[in-house]
């Protein structure tokens, strides 16, 4: 008689049977309390299926003379995202020296400069969208702030992390020498971190093109409120193209930015 | 004559309250050549970084060039600091600029803001940089980024650098802990020539009581924040070097004893 040799600890084991029971028991409740049923999802099933295939399938393009203004949407939507985080990441730099207690002048404020950003942060684009709107009116320029104010909390706390990730050896020695708080800023911390700062832009430009198509959905204009309003309009084959034509657009914005960052911190 | 350093009865207790320093005084004139020994911990590190404030002290005062250091700030602090070389154990360089911008940051103590920024510097501090950088055996160099640098050859830069800011007085903390024997060699012969060409009086801290002995002509023993000695090479006899270490001086060559091999076998 041989007990079976167990391939990983005792205490590991059990440990997964907890997290096991503990996830069923969860999902039930949630269950319950949303009202949740798989069941419907497979009675509904039917529906939900000829919705897919008969109004959505196949894609149809929209009327020729609209396909400029489709696409100059999409450039909209781009200069969007582009415009909001390079404005977005300008500011966060200089906010963000004044976030790590090891570079900034004035290392007591430290903590409340990142506890502001990550306030900010915690809330989404699609929020700060709404409350924009309804204060200002719908348009490009609020989707701007909107999206602006997210990235830039986001650069802020990961620009704080380059910051201190990166030895602060280098800012200590020029301190030593007697330089001043702005030239160890562009002597130190900017060449040894800029390439860090870059990807991190890069890593932001790639949220916001998405981020960005969905703040225009709400109103902020581009490509998403062209999707909106063949929605709105029933005409889901035509949103199915442009639908195709956002996924493109953010595959092709993630490939290139992937690339230039794999560049960057070669 | 004047001293160029004087400590009088200098403190550091630490936020988390340890007592690095204990009513050190101690004066330095121009043209020596100072070790500073004593385990690790006894607060080498914390006295050198007294010195020009990149700590600041609990108590006593610290007075460079004939003005205290400890109360000042801002415009007056750098004036101060840049009057004081600084070489650190791990180089402290800026490794994504090129080895001569890392030479003219040793000037940035003397420009004003606008031009420090935007680096840039006068014709003639270029000029004397390339001259530094040839006496140093580095022109090759000049235009290769710091990070591509061997660690000796990185720590000729920090020597360099400090040069750069025409000093009245060196600091060197560890400056060849992270050095092989030869480049270690070069190191502390390169410092001891520049600062005696240059009359700048240099204090070193140094883990190798050897190479202390070998290059100064004074050394301060620390032991728990106080010094313990203060003397000549000549002075440092067997009793004084338990005296700073707690332990008597075969005990400090490594392998140099039985007992030691096998208790680093224990420990192993
Ligand atoms: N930033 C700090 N905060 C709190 N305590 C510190 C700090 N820096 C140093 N200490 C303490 O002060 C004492 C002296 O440290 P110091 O670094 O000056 O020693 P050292 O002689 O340079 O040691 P080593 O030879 O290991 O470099 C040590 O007990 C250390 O733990
Ligand atoms: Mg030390």
Not at chain 1, 77 to 90: E, F, R, V
Not at chain 2, 196 to 218: E, F, G, M, P
Not at chain 2, 241 to 258: A, F, W
């Amino acid at each position: 008689m041989t007990k079976r040799i167990p391939l990983i600890a005792r205490d590991l084991k059990q440990l997964y049977t907890v997290f096991l029971i503990v996830a069923i028991v969860l999902f039930a409740v949630c269950s319950y309390l949303t009202n949740f049923n798989v069941m419907t999802l497979i009675a509904n099933g039917d529906a939900f299926w000829e919705f897919i295939t008969e109004d959505f399938l196949p894609p149809a393009l929209p009327k020729s003379s609209r396909i400029p203004g489709i696409l100059s949407s999409v450039l909209v939507t781009l200069a969007l995202a582009m415009s909001a985080t390079t404005i977005a990441a300008i500011l966060a730099f200089f906010v963000s020296l004044f976030g790590s207690e090891k570079v900034s002048p004035f290392p007591k404020a430290a903590k409340f400069v990142r506890g502001f950003a990550t306030f900010l942060r915690n809330i989404p684009a699609l929020v700060w969208a709404f409350i924009l709107f309804s204060s200002l009116g719908i348009g490009t320029g609020v989707g701007f702030v909107a999206l602006c104010i997210t990235s830039f909390a986001f650069m802020v706390r990961a620009f704080v992390e380059t910051m201190e990730d990166v030895s602060q050896d280098c800012v200590e020695s020029l301190q030593a020498v007697g330089a001043t708080f702005p030239q160890r800023v562009s002597q130190a911390i900017l060449p040894s971190c800029l390439s860090g700062f870059l990807s991190w832009f890069l890593y932001c430009v790639e949220i916001n093109i998405r981020a960005s198509t969905i703040v225009g959905m709400v109103g902020g204009g581009g490509v998403g409120l062209t999707l909106f309003s063949y929605i709105k309009g029933f005409q889901y084959d035509i949103a199915l193209s442009i639908i195709l034509l956002i996924a493109v657009m953010v595959i092709v914005v993630d490939q290139v930015t992937g690339k230039l960052r794999k560049e960057i911190l070669k | 004559m004047e001293p160029i350093l004087k400590f009088d009865r200098v403190s550091k207790h630490y936020p988390n309250g340890v007592h690095a320093l204990k009513e050190v005084s101690l004066e330095v004139t121009e043209g020596e050549f100072i070790s500073v020994i004593g385990p690790s911990g006894s607060g080498k590190s914390t006295l050198l970084r007294a010195i020009n404030r990149l700590i600041p002290i609990s108590g006593g005062t610290v007075w460079l060039d004939g003005q205290t250091v400890s109360n000042q700030h801002g415009k007056g602090l750098r004036e101060q600091r840049r009057k004081v070389g600084m070489i650190f154990q791990n180089y402290n360089l800026v490794y994504s600029l090129s080895v001569l911008q890392n030479v003219l940051h040793g000037r940035l103590g003397y420009m004003n803001g606008f031009q420090g920024v935007f680096g840039l510097y006068r014709e003639k501090d270029k000029r004397e940089a390339l001259d530094l950088l040839k006496e140093l055996g580095l022109e090759q160099f000049s235009y290769n980024r710091a990070s591509d640098l061997s660690g000796g050859q990185k720590q000729r830069v920090g020597i360099a650098r400090a040069i750069m800011q025409n000093p009245k007085l060196l600091l060197c903390d560890e400056p060849i802990a992270s050095l092989d024997p030869s480049s270690a060699k070069t190191i502390m012969e390169l410092l001891r020539d520049m600062t005696q060409k240059r009359n700048i009086a240099c204090i070193v801290n140094l883990h190798q009581l050897d190479v202390a002995l070998k290059y100064s002509t004074r050394i301060i023993g620390l032991s728990k924040g106080e010094i313990v000695f203060d003397g000549t090479p000549a002075q440092l006899n067997d009793e004084m070097i338990e005296k700073i270490y707690g332990t008597s001086r075969e005990n400090l060559m490594i392998g140099g004893n039985d007992d030691d091999k096998a208790d680093t076998a224990d420990c192993a």
